[in-house]
């Protein structure tokens, strides 16, 4: 029984039973009322530091071989670059922009940078336009597509210093291609002893050990375009070189932007092919700028200037790199605008 006061001054009682589940609706009610005031409940620092901890302790094992590998690496070739160090003593000096501006002086530099530039182009070109007709031939599904992918994959898991000497054997004066040349009358060719057939030489079994790895992601980006879309194109009357004008071609640009910077990047660094298959000659006509960092380094004994080249090499390899994505990126997006 609840006595209250009237308005008269008088009391008046009334019965009312209470409600302990109304009751508790209300100051739920009132608080999340508070709640919404007050605003979000803010999370402590440790809070955060806890759920962040996993993440952290997960990725620390690949950052500090990164670091290891990478970054201190770097650093120490920035600080070496200066130096004239031999790479055998202890002792070595402080020389400035010295060895920065014998790698720009220095004719050999001059030409292994011209020919890094070559296989780059020419290497690109050709392994991203192989990869592309072969990984479009062999898309559809079968035992003999799936043997050609594996034949034409295999070249690109052996060691290029082992595709080297295998092409040097077969291209040699007195090697299996001169000798199937001479027995249909065409006679042997220079291919490793004339500048001209050298050069074509390190770039054709460049290509040939590397358009595999493009292939393969190719593959990938055509098995990944939706099968209605070819299904309507057909219906439509297209042809398959329509459709890949027009549908494949289109869809899988990320793909063809991606093997387009890592086959870029990856034969300005070239080098294991050349050493085993021509060792930088004849007359060093195929040396490369890796090549050469290498040889200035180790055989001359100027590990300062080689690390000077690598700074180099390390910024060109980085604009260039940025450069082809950005344009690649415009490009695949004036695709979707169109």
Request: proline content about 5%; some cysteine.
């Amino acid at each position: 029984m609840t006595i209250t006061r009237s308005s008269g001054g008088g009391t008046a009682a009334a019965a009312r039973p209470r409600d302990p589940a109304a009751e508790e609706e209300s100051r739920s009610s009132a608080a999340r009322a508070a709640t919404t005031t007050r605003g979000p409940r803010r999370v402590s620092t440790a809070r955060r530091l806890q759920r962040a901890l996993p993440g952290f302790l997960m990725s620390a094992p690949a950052v500090a071989v990164f670091i290891a590998m990478f970054v201190i690496p770097m650093i120490l070739a920035c600080v070496l670059s200066f130096t004239n160090w031999n790479g055998y003593s202890l002792r070595f000096t402080f020389i400035g922009w010295e060895n920065y501006i014998h790698a720009f002086r220095n004719p050999r530099s001059a030409q292994a940078a011209l020919f890094t530039g070559v296989i780059a182009v020419a290497g690109t070109i050709l392994c991203n336009g192989v990869g592309l007709a072969i990984a479009a031939l062999i898309s559809g599904s079968g035992r003999a597509n799936a043997l050609l992918r594996t034949v034409f994959f295999y070249p690109y898991v052996i060691s290029g210093l082992i595709i080297g000497f295998l092409w040097s054997a077969m291209l040699a004066p007195q090697g299996a291609v001169n000798g199937v040349l001479g027995a249909i009358g065409l006679g042997p060719l220079p291919f490793l002893t004339d500048p001209t057939f050298a050069k074509a030489s390190v770039i054709l079994t460049i290509v040939w050990s590397h358009f595999g790895f493009n292939m393969i992601l190719f593959l990938a980006g055509i098995k990944s375009v939706p099968a209605e879309y070819y299904e309507a194109a057909t219906v439509d009357g297209a042809s398959r070189g329509e459709q890949f004008r027009s549908i494949t071609f289109p869809l899988i640009a990320p793909v063809f932007t991606v093997n387009l910077v890592l086959t870029l990047v990856g034969l300005l660094k070239a080098y294991d092919v050349v050493l085993a298959l021509t060792d930088g000659g004849p007359a060093g006509s195929t040396q490369t700028i890796v090549y050469q960092i290498l040889k200035d380094s180790f055989a001359r004994s100027a590990l300062g200037l080689g690390a000077a080249q690598s700074v180099i090499l390390l910024i060109v390899t980085a604009a260039v790199g940025l450069a082809v994505t950005l344009i690649r990126r415009r490009a695949e997006q004036k695709v979707v605008d169109d």
